[in-house]
C-alpha cells in the first residue's frame, strides 16, 4: 500500500496475522468447559430382574449328562474319567441318540477356571446348546 506524505511516498507493508498468545488460555478454557459440561455414564449393564422359580421340574435321569471337574481339574463324564479332548465326542454321540439332552457342569469350587473354559469349549464342539451349572442352594440365613 503506497501512502503519500507530502513530497515523499512511503510504501508501508502491512502485515495481517492471527493473534496466538491467548490461545493456550482458549484451549485450556475449552477443556474445562467441555470436562464439565461432559455427562460421564457409568457402565450399570441392562437392569434384569429375573424370575424366582416357584416349582422346579425335576427331569428324568436320561435326560442329563453329568460333567463332573474335581479340584485338581481333572474330568468326568456320568462317573467315568475322560480326558478333555474325549468330551466333545461323547457328547456328540449323547446328542445324536437324544436331542433334548441337558449337560449339567459340576465343579468343585477350588477348581481352576480355565478347566471349565476347556470343558465349555468342547461342549461348543459338540454343539451342547441346554447347559446347566449346578451350585449348592443357599444356607438358610445366609
Known sequence: M???YGRFQRTV???YRIPTESMADIAFLLLIF???TAILRVEAGLDVDLPRAQNT????QEQIAHIWIDAQGRPMINDFYVSYEEIAPILAAKLRAN???IVAVNTDKRTRYTFMHRALAEM???EAVRVSFTTLPRAPGS
Open 2 to 4: 503506497r501512502r503519500r
Open 13 to 15: 507493508m502491512r502485515r
Open 34 to 36: 467441555y470436562m464439565t
Open 57 to 60: 421340574m425335576r427331569q428324568p
Open 99 to 101: 436331542p433334548q439332552l
Open 124 to 126: 461348543k464342539k459338540a
